[in-house]
């Protein structure tokens, strides 16, 4: 029987398939830390955990109206995808942000919040190239991101209660996508059951001769995955 112990400074979060050996786990840890039994996870780390009959759900609200907030987005106009359609980012021939701190800070706080929502997993890839020397297209791109974040903030992930354990991957590719290089971008994602598990979208580090080599890519990737 396995537990997984989540410990961050004086938080501790306990998990693990048997509530009676979760029990004693906690028995003992008060024992020797003398701990403070909050019950059931509901706010760990930015993430927010709900529970219901139906299944588990895991969103990032307080978290996105931390970034809005910050970024004086407040009364804005959300948007309805996360980069303006048909958007394709350089890098070449545009002068650097004065400050380069708001952006990279930013990017950064995107890509945790990455870990509950795979919608922005494509624009926070984008965008994290471009950390080095930020222009104000990125800056540009970055903040119609937290414009569609505004407009979708209760979004998450769902686990049913009652799911199968069949799993089920999805893989594309975007050949020579990147302005810059022209390398190709792969992306995938698997779900057990109903439930989305993994996803993932990266830049090939090499240039790819061909659209079906990109997709031979993406296919290799999400195998190794599984």
Known sequence: MILMLLVYVDDLLLTGPSESLIIEVKKYLDVVFSIKDLGYAKYFLGLEIARSSTGTSVTQCKYIQDIIADTGLEHSKPTSTPLPLGLKLISHNLPALEDLEPFRRLVGRLMYLGFTRPDISYAAQQLSQFVHTPCQP??????????????????????????????????????????????????????????????????QPTVLRSTAEAKYRSLGAIVCEL
């Open 138 to 203: 990125h800056m540009h791109a970055i903040m119609h991101l937290v414009r569609y974040l505004k407009g979708c903030p209760d979004r998450g992930l769902f686990f049913p209660a009652s799911n199968s354990f069949t799993l089920t991957a999805y893989c594309d590719a975007d050949w020579a996508s990147c302005v810059d290089t022209w390398r190709s971008l792969i992306g995938y994602c698997v779900f057990l059951g109903n439930a989305l598990i993994a996803w993932k979208t990266k830049k």
